[in-house]
């Protein structure tokens, strides 16, 4: 679609103009704003094993580089309550964040010690959909987002996933005898991998609508400059050509008819109608950036966002320990955001979210979004991108939904060559764990 391609290679060139790491003498987050409502980022890198298409800090688990980690993300979590903050909800990132369900429970302990948490979202891999680990995160974790990626044998064997995971059918009978454990099991599958075809997508969302789960994101693959060579390697070249008709496909067998099997939530995010034992206000997992504007965020390689600024914490585990140990945050650069590079950033995350309120949109930047984004409405309107498009808000067509997608898979792209950025600093084994290759620091 020539459209796509247009857009891809657009935000593409803002991405690499303006998601750029900077130097920064900092040595501590700015302190909270008063009265504003924060979530907390926690990153735990550590898996058993490392898959292809990951660009997130990650790191082959060692319990003896774990466990002094996550007494060190304690400590950091601490000095951002020194600095004024307060949190009331936390998402848990990765890696796996249950790789150490012992030191992740008391991590998690001890937040809700300090802050007035009301819920908690933590990512998981399926091979910890099983006990200790259920009952364990069950009232500390009420959302709980499974990486299953897709359901094929074939396919989970290209990713090195079988082996460590298990089966399709395996892993499905774990989402099943987990679900009742959380307000919000999300099953997290991405499409479009190069040897995925319409049959395997088909065959997903069958397995989709069968597992029970309440939720379920389909995000596009997106790779970073640093993970193409390691993801062509092992499971091929990417085709664009075919996103469209992959997103139409999987759009429409969860979210479309008369009796939908879900709600469409965001541009890629399916929630299963109400169901008994399940209240209508359950939380759902989401993108943690959709719910809030701003966030501070733990751990190596996390990335703040605050202020209209990005911190860019250590990816050298032993940097960010030295740092932590030493009673100052890890902050290796920033990038400073422009007043039209947040309203772009706006204007993505709420075309994400499926309609921009465009009164909210003045209000907080002081112009309105004809005045201060002519460029990027002309496009979509060109497109026919917008279903409602008046005094009060933006709404999306089908190809206006698949365009966003198309914004946000290269938004993201952008953010994974910032985290390749960081990890170019990386020297020693530490730079060898790149694409799984060395061996841990």
């Not at 997106?222 to 759009?251: C, F, W």
Request: net charge negative; glycine share 6%; hydrophobic share 35%.
């Amino acid at each position: 679609m020539l459209s796509e391609r247009i857009l891809s290679r657009l935000i593409h060139t803002m991405t690499k103009q303006h998601l750029a790491l900077n130097p920064t003498s900092e040595t501590m987050m700015p302190s909270a704003n008063p009265g504003q409502k924060y979530m907390l980022y926690m990153h735990v890198p550590f898996c058993e094993r490392l898959c292809p298409y990951c660009s997130f800090n990650r790191y082959p688990f060692r319990e003896e580089v774990a466990r002094p980690y996550f007494a060190n993300m304690r400590k950091e979590m601490l000095m951002l309550k020194d600095l004024g903050y307060d949190f009331e909800s936390i998402y848990v990132g990765g890696g796996t964040p249950t790789v150490m369900i012992d030191e992740l429970c008391e991590t998690l302990d001890m937040a809700r010690d300090n802050f007035n948490i009301r819920e908690v979202a933590s990512e998981t891999n399926p091979n910890h959909l099983t006990q200790p680990w259920l009952d364990k995160l069950q009232g500390r974790v009420q959302r709980l987002s499974v990486g299953v990626q897709s359901f094929d044998d074939d396919l989970l064997k290209q990713m090195d996933r079988y082996e460590k995971y298990g089966s399709g059918d395996v892993i499905l009978e774990r989402i099943a005898e987990a679900e009742p454990y959380f307000d919000s099991l999300n099953v997290d599958m991405i499409f479009n991998f190069p040897s995925q075809t319409e049959d395997v997508l088909m065959a997903d969302l069958e397995k989709i609508a069968l597992s029970g789960c309440r939720q379920t994101t389909f995000s596009p693959l997106y790779v970073s400059s640093a993970t193409t060579r390691k993801m062509t390697a092992t499971l091929g070249a990417m085709d664009y050509d075919r996103e469209y008709r992959y997103y139409q496909i999987l759009d429409g067998v969860l979210a479309g008819g008369d009796d939908p099997l879900f709600d469409r939530t965001t541009l890629w995010t399916f929630t299963r109608p109400d169901k008994a034992g399940k209240p209508a206000d359950a939380p759902q997992i989401d993108e943690y950036q959709v719910n809030y504007d701003e966030y501070p965020a733990i751990g190596s390689g996390s990335i703040t966002h605050l202020n209209g600024c990005l911190y860019v914490n250590n990816f050298s585990i032993k940097d960010y320990n030295a740092a932590i140990e030493s009673g100052r945050m890890s902050i290796m650069g920033k990038t400073e955001m422009s007043k039209r590079d947040l309203m772009r950033y706006r204007f993505l995350l709420d075309l994400y979210k499926l309609r921009l309120d465009k009164r909210a949109f003045e209000r907080d930047f002081g112009c309105s979004i004809e005045t201060g984004l002519p460029m990027e409405l002309a496009f979509m309107r060109l497109n026919r991108a917008f279903e409602t498009d008046n005094a009060e808000e933006l709404t999306l067509t089908p190809i206006g939904r698949y365009l966003t997608v198309v914004m946000y898979r290269q938004f993201l792209s952008g953010m994974n060559n910032l985290r390749d950025q960081a990890r170019a600093a990386l020297t020693g084994p530490e730079r060898e764990l790149l694409f799984g290759d060395g061996v841990p620091a």
